[in-house]
């Protein structure tokens, strides 16, 4: 899989929503030693202390909670320009892209798919995953709005 971002992020949420440093290598399948040395490593290149070190665990410093947020969607909105990379390749003409999540089902494309493939046996559909997000709608809400407005000006 190819990464946009700095791999000790994924480390970073990991251990975050492990507690500790051992939970997280044993998810990771790596040595406690190693999760250790990259979170040291991403603390000392940020300038900034991502966990508290208590003997019963690891807590979030403030800033380890802001970062923790945004890193979420950091590797999310990689994944999806990745994908999207991907299909803008696809030289096939005859496919509309549909984005469907947990919040934006594809069941009714499902329902309407004999009808449709009837009256236009060429167009393929491909059904495109991504995460619902504030981020996302607000792009989408973008998009929309600049084809809207490409199509009055045209």
């Known amino acids: 899989m190819v990464r946009l971002y700095n791999p000790q992020l994924e480390t970073f949420l990991r251990v975050a929503d492990a507690g500790s440093f051992n939970r997280a290598a044993e998810e990771a399948y790596i040595t406690p ?3 250790i040395k990259q979170i040291n490593l991403l603390e000392d290149s ?8 208590t003997h019963r665990g690891l807590i979030l ?3 380890g909670k802001s970062l923790y947020q945004d890193v979420k ?3 999310s909105y990689c994944r999806d320009s990745v994908t999207r990379a991907k299909n ?3 030289e096939d003409t005859n496919v509309i892209r ?3 999540s947990p ?3 594809a069941q009714l494309l499902m329902q309407m798919w004999s009808k449709i493939q009837v009256h236009c046996p060429d167009i393929k559909f491909q059904i495109v995953p991504f995460e619902n997000t504030p981020e996302n709608a607000r792009e989408i809400l973008v998009n929309i709005l600049t084809l809207r407005s490409h199509r009055f000006i045209a």
């Open 33 to 35: 030693t190693a999760v």
């Open 46 to 53: 940020l300038g900034v202390k991502l966990f508290e070190r």
């Open 61 to 63: 410093t403030k800033a």
């Open 73 to 75: 969607y950091i590797i």
């Open 88 to 90: 803008a390749m696809q």
């Open 98 to 100: 549909i984005g469907t």
């Open 103 to 105: 919040m934006t089902p």
